[in-house]
């Protein structure tokens, strides 16, 4: 029974109803108030009882200098006429001939000006002013009510404001999923299904942030065990007569030590020590000397510096890695291609851009969302001849990441790849960009 008292579905059903009950009520209120009062008189009757007192007062004394003491007190124009004399108060005022001929009612306005007419025996009067528009007066309670009106629908807007809070908590939560931080717990302070929802939420996140770490200690500690044994392989592959034999063992050994040691770098990137060590780097020399270690390679690398190249605080270690794989991929990926890759470096406001551009085989847009997770592959055949291991954007990425950096890649099939990269001035502190 509890639960389905704290049931939001309930409580939002409850407030709807209630707001809509209490408005009606209010409004009926209303409408009694206005039209079955005994004591509020309707607004003809009211203007017949202001114009009689008027009249009688003209018609005690029908003189120019009476009408002109009333129509200066209630700031309007009197017309007067009987068998004998005429006058007004104001000569600019309508005569009765005009009223008449525009109007055959007794009341009624004429020029956007009210007026009334009377007649007693001989006696016609025309009374003209503005005065003589009289607003209905609000009964007794009215703004109250109004007001109550008005917070009912503050306390229930704030009332289901604080209902579905924690959906703006999910949502801000499941955002940060998604950028990787899967160290985002939602306070939970309610016992409703979104406080339900809340409390799973957390669970997830602690099992997916378990799993994850325990893939990575495998992978780690795979590697570490696989050291051993390829090095003692390594020494073995000498000793073998068959040079073509000797060439293909010796390939693969290099491809799965290379494969071991981005992993073991990436594992080292994420751990507590294994943030950037900068120093001061002239980029334009940095990238020549990276470059120049591809030469001989189709399709080859062209490249675009300015004349004053920037320089850059970066750990060098890993800014050799991180190009060394993006120019490999280039290079890998083009090979059939007479176009050569191209390498461009741009500076920028608090950084500088670096661009590498193939005209490959491109990369097909259902993969581009995922190009970045770990041993993803393109091609799923994991041939080395047509590529590695799919770490090595997973590993760029994160040296990306830990110098404050970001990296983009944009590719189209069949027409190449362009991944950019910015990396600012100075990496962040440790901690800093976590």
């Given at each position: 029974?509890?639960?389905?008292?704290?049931?939001?579905?309930?409580?939002?059903?409850?407030?709807?109803?209630?707001?809509?009950?209490?408005?009606?009520?209010?409004?009926?209120?209303?409408?009694?108030?206005?039209f079955?009062?005994?004591?509020?008189?309707?607004?003809?009757?009211?203007?017949?009882?202001?114009?009689s007192?008027?009249?009688?007062?003209?018609?005690?004394?029908p003189?120019?200098?009476?009408?002109?003491?009333?129509?200066?007190r209630?700031?309007?124009?009197?017309?007067?006429?009987?068998?004998?004399?005429?006058?007004?108060?104001?000569?600019?005022?309508?005569?009765?001939?005009e009223?008449?001929?525009?109007?055959?009612?007794?009341?009624?306005?004429?020029?956007?000006?009210?007026?009334?007419?009377?007649?007693?025996?001989?006696?016609?009067?025309?009374?003209?002013?503005?005065?003589?528009?009289?607003?209905?007066?609000?009964?007794?309670?009215?703004?109250?009510?109004?007001?109550?009106?008005?917070?009912?629908?503050?306390?229930?807007?704030?009332?289901?404001?604080?209902?579905?809070?924690?959906?703006?908590?999910?949502?801000?939560?499941?955002?940060?999923?998604?950028?990787?931080?899967?160290?985002?717990?939602?306070?939970?302070?309610?016992?409703?299904?979104?406080?339900?929802?809340?409390?799973?939420?957390?669970?997830m996140?602690?099992?997916?942030?378990?799993?994850?770490?325990?893939?990575?200690?495998?992978?780690?500690?795979?590697?570490?065990?696989?050291?051993?044994?390829?090095?003692?392989?390594?020494?073995?592959?000498e000793f073998?007569?068959?040079?073509?034999?000797?060439?293909?063992?010796?390939?693969?050994?290099?491809?799965m030590?290379?494969?071991?040691?981005?992993?073991?770098?990436t594992?080292?990137?994420?751990?507590?020590?294994?943030?950037?060590?900068?120093?001061?780097?002239?980029?334009?020399?940095?990238?020549?000397?990276?470059?120049?270690?591809?030469?001989?390679?189709?399709?080859?690398?062209?490249?675009?510096?300015?004349?004053?190249?920037?320089?850059?605080?970066?750990?060098?270690?890993?800014l050799?890695?991180?190009?060394?794989?993006?120019?490999?991929n280039?290079?890998?990926?083009?090979?059939?291609?007479?176009?050569?890759?191209?390498?461009?470096?741009?500076?920028?406001?608090?950084?500088?851009?670096?661009?590498?551009?193939?005209?490959?085989?491109?990369?097909?847009?259902?993969?581009?969302?995922?190009?970045?997770?770990?041993?993803?592959?393109?091609?799923?055949?994991?041939?080395?001849?047509?590529?590695?291991?799919?770490?090595g954007?997973?590993?760029?990425?994160?040296?990306?990441?830990?110098?404050?950096?970001?990296?983009?890649?944009?590719?189209?099939?069949?027409?190449?790849?362009?991944?950019?990269?910015?990396?600012?001035?100075?990496?962040?502190?440790?901690?800093?960009?976590?």
């Amino acid at each position: 029974m509890k639960k389905r008292l704290n049931s939001i579905f309930i409580r939002l059903l409850a407030t709807m109803l209630f707001t809509a009950v209490f408005i009606n009520v209010l409004f009926f209120s209303l409408l009694l108030v206005f039209f079955r009062s005994p004591e509020v008189p309707s607004l003809h009757e009211r203007l017949r009882a202001y114009a009689s007192y008027i009249f009688a007062d003209l018609d005690s004394e029908p003189t120019l200098a009476h009408a002109r003491q009333i129509a200066g007190r209630l700031y309007l124009d009197i017309r007067y006429r009987d068998s004998h004399t005429s006058w007004a108060t104001n000569p600019n005022m309508p005569t009765f001939a005009e009223i008449e001929k525009n109007t055959k009612r007794s009341a009624g306005i004429y020029h956007e000006t009210p007026y009334l007419l009377s007649k007693n025996g001989d006696r016609s009067y025309l009374l003209y002013g503005h005065i003589l528009f009289l607003h209905p007066r609000l009964p007794q309670g009215f703004y109250f009510v109004l007001a109550l009106i008005l917070l009912l629908f503050i306390a229930s807007y704030l009332f289901i404001r604080t209902i579905i809070k924690p959906v703006k908590q999910l949502q801000k939560a499941v955002e940060q999923i998604k950028a990787g931080n899967l160290d985002i717990h939602i306070p939970v302070r309610r016992m409703d299904e979104l406080g339900e929802l809340s409390v799973r939420f957390n669970v997830m996140a602690d099992q997916i942030k378990k799993m994850l770490k325990a893939k990575d200690q495998l992978l780690l500690d795979v590697s570490h065990e696989l050291r051993s044994p390829l090095t003692r392989m390594k020494v073995a592959a000498e000793f073998i007569k068959d040079r073509k034999l000797k060439h293909t063992l010796t390939e693969e050994m290099d491809g799965m030590e290379g494969m071991i040691s981005e992993i073991l770098e990436t594992a080292r990137i994420n751990s507590p020590y294994g943030k950037p060590n900068p120093e001061e780097i002239a980029l334009q020399g940095f990238l020549k000397n990276i470059i120049d270690s591809f030469a001989g390679r189709k399709p080859g690398i062209v490249w675009h510096a300015p004349k004053n190249a920037p320089v850059i605080r970066a750990d060098a270690r890993q800014l050799t890695m991180l190009f060394n794989n993006i120019l490999d991929n280039a290079l890998r990926y083009s090979a059939h291609q007479e176009k050569p890759a191209r390498v461009r470096i741009q500076t920028k406001e608090g950084g500088v851009d670096i661009s590498v551009k193939d005209y490959g085989y491109g990369i097909p847009n259902r993969d581009l969302p995922y190009i970045f997770e770990p041993f993803y592959r393109v091609d799923s055949s994991r041939s080395r001849e047509t590529g590695g291991y799919g770490i090595g954007f997973s590993l760029s990425k994160r040296i990306v990441d830990a110098h404050g950096g970001t990296i983009e890649i944009q590719s189209t099939e069949r027409r190449g790849t362009t991944v950019t990269i910015f990396l600012p001035c100075s990496p962040p502190e440790p901690g800093e960009n976590s």
